[in-house]
């Protein structure tokens, strides 16, 4: 397994959090505006919905070019940008869109859920390195970041299906990104409970 390569954190957060920053300063520019393409009619969120899928394409070839790395759950996400996305624009149907984030939280809860039934936690596959922790703190942390997926997916569904469109776009950029922020920050306790010290390493 090739080891990820250093790269520096201004340019991994550029490329990383770029592309739905700027899904947010150009739907706040175009949410108002209407273009005419092959005699049909788009929305300024469709419009920005085109542009931000190969956006986010690029951005993810670059970080993997970069970092010689792509997590599973960075995968499962960038297909489901370029189906969904690629969906509302060809439909012409912002529906497809705002239901992804649903999907990813869903599909990321089912793997998770899938693991604790088998008496292992998928978690600790992903955040080993940067979290060393002893397995029950593993299996609990999972069991939360489950259920707080499961949640995270239902609060997207009412968000977008009773809100305007412009509420979910700023849900979707910032609401979702603080919430996960909120969720870790909670779990100071199960950290310090369960963390394995490495200072005498080496």
């Known amino acids: 397994m090739a080891t990820p390569k250093h790269v520096s954190p201004m340019i991994k957060g550029v490329l990383e959090y770029g592309p739905v920053l700027a899904f947010f300063v150009a739907y706040v520019l175009l949410k108002d505006k209407t273009f005419l393409v092959g005699g049909q009619e788009y929305s300024g969120f469709i419009a920005v919905t085109a542009a931000f899928v190969p956006l986010m394409v690029i951005c993810s070839g670059l970080l993997w070019k970069l970092t010689g790395h792509m997590s599973k759950m960075q995968a499962v996400t960038l297909v489901l940008v370029v189906v969904f996305g690629g969906l509302s624009v060809w439909l012409n149907d912002e529906r497809f869109f705002k239901m992804k984030p649903t ?14 039934l088998r008496g292992q936690s ?12 002893q397995h029950e ?9 489950c259920a707080f997926f499961f949640g995270l997916a239902l609060l997207n569904e009412v968000i977008w299906r009773t809100q305007s469109t412009e509420t979910w776009v700023s849900f979707k950029t910032f609401g979702l990104t603080l919430a996960i922020l909120a969720f870790f920050m909670t779990q100071g306790k199960l950290f310090q409970k369960y963390g394995i010290e490495q200072d005498n390493e080496g």
């Open 122 to 133: 998928y978690l600790r596959v992903v955040m080993e390195e940067a979290l060393p922790m």
């Open 137 to 145: 703190g593993w299996m609990i942390l999972t069991r939360r970041v």
């Open 103 to 116: 999907l990813i939280y869903l599909i990321f809860g089912m793997i998770l859920g899938f693991g604790l």
